[in-house]
């Protein structure tokens, strides 16, 4: 009966290991609405966004600008925005006590109707 469970985990393992990796690339390929500057269409400002990415490992990479777009997305759709706009981050800096923390920043916006844009 242990023999069956391991081949039955094994079995099992390929195939779970693909769907995450299928679900991690549609996450990678997913439009994500984080922009570097400005947009070309009236909104409002939600609020800032200012925060700081912290690593778990010592040896864990710096986030990539994917990442950081990823993790202010997030935020801002937390706070109901429909975009986040002039994203920035910097350099990942890391003491003895902190592993490593790279802060990131952005404005959560949403974006006006017809009626709203015209009213303004």
């Known amino acids: 009966m242990h023999h069956l469970l391991i081949a039955i985990g094994m079995l099992m393992a390929p195939a779970t290991a693909?769907?995450?990796?299928?679900?991690?690339?549609?996450?990678?390929?997913?439009?994500?609405?984080?922009?570097n500057g400005d947009v070309d269409r009236p909104y409002r400002?939600?609020?800032e966004i200012k925060d700081n990415?912290?690593?778990?490992?010592?040896?864990?990479?710096?986030?990539?600008?994917q990442k950081?777009?990823?993790e202010l997305w997030e935020r801002g759709r937390k706070m109901g925005a429909d975009?986040?706009?002039?994203?920035?981050?910097?350099?990942?800096?890391?003491?003895?006590?902190n592993l490593g923390r790279t802060p990131i920043s952005g404005i959560a916006i949403k974006f006006l109707d017809g009626s709203e844009a015209s009213a303004q």
């Open 18 to 35: 693909d769907n995450n990796a299928e679900a991690s690339l549609a996450i990678e390929n997913a439009t994500i609405p984080v922009y």
């Open 68 to 70: 950081v777009h990823a």
């Open 53 to 65: 990415l912290r690593k778990h490992f010592a040896f864990q990479a710096d986030p990539t600008e």
């Open 83 to 97: 975009a986040v706009i002039h994203a920035r981050y910097g350099p990942t800096k890391g003491t003895m006590i």
């Open 45 to 47: 400002v939600i609020g």
